[in-house]
Structures are given as structure tokens and as C-alpha cells.
């Protein structure tokens, strides 16, 4: 069972990738998991750089099939 922190983070992961990453103009996807904290991918206007493609596809695969 999913503790509240947990399924919050869930759901702010899918919410991201069902609704957000698509329709806001700036964004930054951090991995703050350790330190130094990681660049995974950001958005600026219409153009999106991925840094670090093995875990951004990880992610947003998972993430896109809930």
C-alpha cells in the first residue's frame, strides 16, 4: 500500500505527463533524488532538451500508460 507522499508523487508524475508537459510553455524535470540534484529534461518555448533520454523514457512510459 502506497503511503500518502508516495501517491501524491504518483499522482503529480502522471498528472505532468497526461496534462502539463504538453499545454505549459516552461518547464524543468528534476530528479532530486541525491545530491547533486539532476537535470532530466526541461522545456523552454516549444523546444524540449532531454538530458539524461534513459530515465526520461522511463518515466514518461510509465507514467503515459497509467
Do not use: C
Amino acid at each position: 500500500m502506497l503511503t500518502t507522499k508516495q501517491h501524491q508523487h504518483n499522482n503529480g508524475l502522471k498528472n505532468f505527463f497526461a496534462i502539463f508537459e504538453a499545454i505549459v510553455d516552461e518547464w524543468m524535470f528534476i530528479d532530486n533524488s541525491g545530491e547533486p540534484y539532476e537535470l532530466i529534461a526541461q522545456k523552454n518555448s516549444n523546444e524540449i532538451t532531454i538530458r539524461n533520454s534513459a530515465r526520461w523514457n522511463e518515466l514518461a512510459n510509465y507514467y503515459k500508460s497509467k
